[in-house]
């Protein structure tokens, strides 16, 4: 009994996934649950597992290619049997297996789709075309045999709708029509839109060959599109303050030492911060809010997003409940969870959800930056470096540590003055961290 | 039931008119010389089935209906269409394919019909037009409306099982039909000595329970007799009759036919003893009804129309494209 | 509403319109006393007498050409032949006569007539008792065909039919005779040319004629239960087919499937298929199927019979193999 290899739904908004690495060839034998293939969604990378015992017959979606959730994209059956139709469980026993008798199902569609021409129906074409999508980079559908079929174009054009530069209305159709692409970063309309100029006239200096090409797909295509939404859509105003880390300083390293052999002695800056910008939320709760529609959610759980730099691009694992968690717990979470985004081992509970962020470029040596909202959150909080500043204490001039804060808000969700006592709040914590960290 | 041949004096129709005849026969014959030489200058295209020779059978057929009467008809149905009052000038305009045709030109010379003058078409279909007839007389039998109907038909479709399931059920059924056999001697290139194991066609009749009678088909008045008393057979319900008139094919089936399968002389001994205008012209002048002169000026007269026939079907406009796909179906509430 | 079978729709349908039009009149074998090989005109003949309810011998090709002459000549008549395998004895009177007639003549005659046919297999009567021969007919410019699945379609297009003024070949299917159905009271017509959605779906368009309606609709149960929603359409009339109401159906669905019980070659499915690709194209997820009689004259053996027809089973698997599931 042959077995279909579909791209499965791993998360509730996942709609594709991309093929990272197939892991066995055409014609090896596999078990059932042998992983096959590495996929990645927008938020994680796992493995593809065999859903029967045989030999991989075919493999219809390349290395690199994107199939939609339920595409087809191998096919695992015995050695020399057909395999198309792959019949379902409720199939009808054919009387008599007389082979003459099938000529009264339709027998158009015997053999697999072998060419590309076969690849997307006539209505998938046409969706394509109207909607500029380049049917290469869907190679397999929910149609009859991995067809392509107009829902999938639909439900590509959706997500990358998401990823792409906006345009005007009349903009796609006239690259469609003139054979155009809509491929440009940026364009002139407002907001960056793509408008019809910029089809027509394209720059005049002709664009240099690239180093590399780095497909906006998968984590990137996520972020792209998240970012841009966010600056799209959000009022984002932000607030800076320089806050005297000194005193902070002695603390985390005391923190260390108490941790003792065996286990990680240092206690990471950011932790304190997860733990500090957790208890001020508490005290100003309109910051841990999320925007749903023409609502302001305001959130009993306090859950920070702490960014993480990896490979894959920007991950932003979560550390739930954290105004409730000792800061060892919150330093051994956070560990954790940043390990697993930089080894691609995130699971799926890890990056959902988050109702406010902190993002430490402190590392990179920058001070103060505005970092961009984590829609439907209603602000982030940026961190610059700890470095020894000239400071004034009293009339003199003395020798500290200081840290710029950097508060992106989103003044749709909440005023200015709310915002900057909040981050003033922040502030006192950061100077003054005696206590909330026991 | 009467067999043997008829012919000779007999009563005449009180709208009878030999004069008449011997024109109708006279306009056939110049009619059907014409059509022929059309066809061999290719001024006109497609085939022609000439009725020479055999003018004597519809002449004196038709003569003996009514107006309202019905005939069908058959490929060798100019001589029929004529003789029941079919106009020259839309005969000729349908035979050359124009829009002033009968039927628009797209019937031809084998499917002329003129319903108004009881034409119920000619047939390219040999033996095609006899259930028609049959039907005909059921409707007139049915409606109660006086008509009858006089079927055409040739020696060759005596053959075809349309023949005799039609006088079959016009038997059966008692209807006013009056099957007419022109036996001509000759389908395409079969004799009719050979097809039809008896002497006769008319003999069939006994297999259908009607009388059948053979007439001398070069003699339009025998014929006329026939039919008239077939006519008052069929109008006082007593039935249907088959009458066979003997005559003979003058060209080959179709015009341009190269005849091999039969002799010249057996052509042309018909031609000069058996023409059946000439055999009445002498009746006529011997009963002192016709001479020369009238008879040259009536050809002349004849001639005359035709001629002017031809001018107008020569200058009558084509069938424009948004014909073609006219008349395919009656729509509602239109007439026909 | 009355519950009646589809042969007595059609009874009252003869009956209601030769009282309407004294110039109906019938016209067949065994159709007087006997009531018709298939029962259908029992009581007709009492009713109307043998001046309308005309018997002849077994002479097909005149039962058709009189019906025809009897149509030119102002009556009109409604021929029925026993078993739709034998209009082949009467092709000539239909297909040169009939069908052409108005045309030839440039519009001269118009041909009122309907001939009645019984088609169709299922009851072991053979190779030559059994045949669905409606693409013939479909492909003869100047007829109307007509395929009616229900009493209550058959009665009202019967009736359009009579009052056409065109040749009609009504085509009835032998085994939906005794099948109930609900049928308005009162005089009615479905006019001819306009099509049935018998059951509305989303995910695909079946096409179904004569007793195969009746299969299709079973199937699109038997489908909706595995998450396939059916949308099955009957066309009704077959020449002039209305194609807008399939198109709008495939437009919507994606997916066309057409099924007939006749022999899937030449069958008159290719022809709804042809139209729907030509016309439909950019709309189609898949290509369009069709799910039609084995190539095979009709065997008697019951199993060999089921085999060379389509059955509720094979129309659902077919429809399932297009989508891919």
Known sequence: MASEVRMP???????????????VAEGDHVAKGQPLAEIETDKIVTDLESPGEGIVREIMVKEGDIAAVAGLLAVIAALGEDYSPVPGPEHPPSPDGNPKVASSTPTAESSPLDTERHRASPYARRLARDEGIDLDKIPSGTGARGRVVGSDVLAAAKSTRRSQTPSTPVAPRIAAEAGKSLDMPAGSGPGGRITREDVEQPAAVSRPTPLEVVPMTGVRGVIAARMAESARTAAAVTLTTEADATDLAELRDRLSDRRGEGEQTRVPFDAILVKIVSIALRQHPRLNALLAGDEIQVMRDVDIAVAVDTERGLLTPVVRKADTKGIFQVAGELAELAGRARLGKSQPEDLEGGTFTITNLGMHEIDAFTPIINPPQCAVLGVGRICTRPAVRGDGLCIRKTVWLSLTFDHRMVDGAPAARFLQCVRQYVEQPGGILD | MPKSPRSGRSTPHPDFDPLALYRTMVTIRLFEEKVGELFTAARIHGAVHLYLGQEAVATGACAALEAEDYITS???????CIAKGGRLDSMLAEIFGKATGYCKGKGGSMHIADLDSGILGANGIVGGGIPIATGAALACKLQRNGRIVLCFFSDGASNEGSFHESL??????????IFLCENNQWAVSTPASWSIPIENVADRSAGYGMPG?????????????AVQDAAARARSGQGPTLIEAKTYRWEGHYKGDPQTYRSRQEVEEWRRERDPIVLFQHRLETDGLMDEERARRIQQDVQEAIESAVDYAETSPEPGPELLYADLFAEEGAQP | MSLIPCSQAIRDALREEMQRDPTVFLLGEDIGKHGGAFGV???????FGPERVIETPISEAVIAGAAVGAAIAGCRPVAEIMYMDFVTLAMDQIVNQAAKMRYMFGGKAKVPLVIRMPSGAGRGNAAQHMQSLEAWFCHVPGLKVVMPSTPADAKGLLKSAIRDDNPVIFIEHKL??????????????IPLGKADVKRAGQDVTIVATSRMVQFALEASDRLASEGISAEVVDPRTLVPLDLETILASVRRTHVAVVVHEAPRRGGYGAEIAAEIQEQAFDWLDAPVARICGEDVPIPFSKALESLAIPDTDRIAAGVRHVLGR
């Open chain 1, 9 to 23: 739904q791993l998360g509730l908004t996942m709609t594709e996934g991309l093929i990272v690495h197939w892991l």
């Open chain 2, 74 to 80: 058959t490929h060798r149905g100019h001589g029929h």
């Open chain 2, 168 to 177: 079959n059920l016009a038997s059966v059924l008692t209807l006013p039909v």
């Open chain 2, 213 to 225: 009678v053979v007439v001398d088909g070069c003699d339009p008045l025998a014929v006329h007799q």
């Open chain 3, 41 to 47: 005109t029992r009581g007709l003949f009492d009713e």
């Open chain 3, 176 to 189: 939906l005779y005794a099948v109930k159905g609900d049928v308005p009271e009162g005089d009615y017509t």
